[in-house]
Nanobody, 123 residues
Framework: QVQLVESGGGLVQPGGSLRLSCAAS????????IGWFRQAPGKEREGLLCISSTYDNTYYADSIKGRFTISRDNAKNMVYLQMNSLKPEDTAVYYCATELSSVCEGSTVYRYWGQGTQVTVSS
């Protein structure tokens, strides 16, 4: 079955960096797009960005442009979220997800989700 497992979260100071990883199994990663999302306490889940099977990037959130990037390593069945210049407002649980589509769909249609990894940005 489709499984996504996030890792790499933790506590980081404002201005710092983290790289989150999403390990995919149960499907052939290189055919499909993967998206990253986050949910802060008391807020709705927010789409961040997505990478298609052909490495095209789609940003769902303007607030992360210039700070967050997405990449994939199909040989390792991994997708990464590099987060730089982190701010306290980036504190959230971060999720990767897939709709098993080769292109980046709208941020509300993803069916398969990981369990999330906590990112806390605080001094």
């Amino acid at each position: 079955q489709v499984q996504l497992v996030e890792s790499g979260g933790g506590l980081v100071q404002p201005g710092g960096s983290l790289r989150l990883s999403c390990a995919a199994s149960g499907f052939t990663l290189h055919y499909y797009a993967i998206g990253w999302f986050r949910q802060a306490p008391g807020k709705e889940r927010e789409g961040l960005l997505c990478i298609s099977s052909t490495y095209d990037n789609t940003y769902y959130a303007d607030s992360i442009k210039g700070r967050f990037t997405i990449s994939r390593d199909n040989a390792k069945n991994m997708v990464y979220l590099q987060m730089n210049s982190l701010k306290p407002e980036d504190t959230a649980v971060y999720y990767c997800a897939t709709e098993l589509s080769s292109v980046c769909e709208g941020s509300t249609v993803y069916r398969y989700w990981g369990q999330g990894t906590q990112v806390t940005v605080s001094s």
